[in-house]
């Protein structure tokens, strides 16, 4: 049973930095693509940042320059970095993992559960 459990979310005033991690189970990293995700009530949902079996990484126009991803295949857990945090990046984030496909638009085959990052100017 796939299991991803995101931690580090809260709230940091603009131009602060968070780190995300997403702690996994029941699966190989290493042979999964692994995202991170976003969801607010008025936008729907938002592909962050993706980082392939072979490291590539894409991430959406709105956090180039801003946001890092990165993955300890070792501990089967998965990063994100937020620096220069602006008020629209406030959103649920979910982490996320798919056996075949890899991209900012698909639907993964697994999600964690979320957590609430909270930008305040």
């Known amino acids: 049973q796939v299991e991803l459990m995101e931690s580090g979310g809260g709230s940091v005033q603009a131009g602060g930095s968070l780190r995300l991690s997403c702690a996994g189970s029941g699966y190989t990293s290493s042979s999964h693509c692994m995202g991170w995700f976003r969801q607010t009530p008025g936008k729907g949902r938002e592909g962050v940042a993706v980082?392939?079996?072979?490291?590539?990484?894409r991430f959406a126009d709105s956090v180039k320059g801003r946001f890092t991803i990165s993955k300890d295949n070792a501990k089967n857990t998965l990063y994100l970095q937020m620096n220069k945090l602006k008020v629209e990046d406030t959103a649920t984030y979910y982490c996320?993992?798919?056996?075949?496909?890899?991209?900012?638009?698909?639907?993964?085959?697994?999600w964690g559960t979320g957590t609430l990052v909270t930008i305040s100017s």
């Open positions: 996320a993992a798919d056996s075949v496909f890899c991209g900012l638009r698909i639907q993964p085959d697994y």
């Open positions: 980082i392939d079996r072979d490291g590539s990484t």
